[in-house]
Nanobody, 121 residues
Framework: QVQLVETGGGLVHTGGSLRLSCTVSGGTFGHYSMSWHRQAPGKEREFVAAISWSGGYTLYADSVKGRFTISRDNDKDTVYLQMNSLEPEDTAVYYC??????????????WGTGTQVTVSS
């Protein structure tokens, strides 16, 4: 059974940084594209960033371009989201997802349970 566990969330002030991690077990991490999503209170879940199996191809939502960076370490079965210049609007539960495609196609097969990120003004 494939499991995704996110860590690294917390409380940070405006302008601060956090790095989220998502570790995958029970599957072949190197065969998955990985992505991050977030859901703020009262809003739908939205796409944040995605990365191909090799790390050579990435996608970002316009709202995070230039501030967030997605990366992965296939030796550690882990995907990261480095978040800089955080704003209160980034407050949300952040989820990672895995899809059984080498290139992101927005076809998610597995989800983590999420980690809370709160940015105070």
């Amino acid at each position: 059974q494939v499991q995704l566990v996110e860590t690294g969330g917390g409380l940070v002030h405006t302008g601060g940084s956090l790095r989220l991690s998502c570790t995958v077990s029970g599957g072949t991490f190197g065969h998955y594209s990985m992505s991050w999503h977030r859901q703020a209170p009262g809003k739908e879940r939205e796409f944040v960033a995605a990365i191909s199996w090799s790390g050579g191809y990435t996608l970002y939502a316009d709202s995070v371009k230039g501030r967030f960076t997605i990366s992965r370490d296939n030796d550690k079965d882990t995907v990261y989201l480095q978040m800089n210049s955080l704003e209160p609007e980034d407050t949300a539960v952040y989820y990672c997802a895995a899809e059984r495609n080498l290139i992101p196609r927005y076809e998610y097969d597995y989800w983590g349970t999420g980690t809370q990120v709160t940015v105070s003004s």
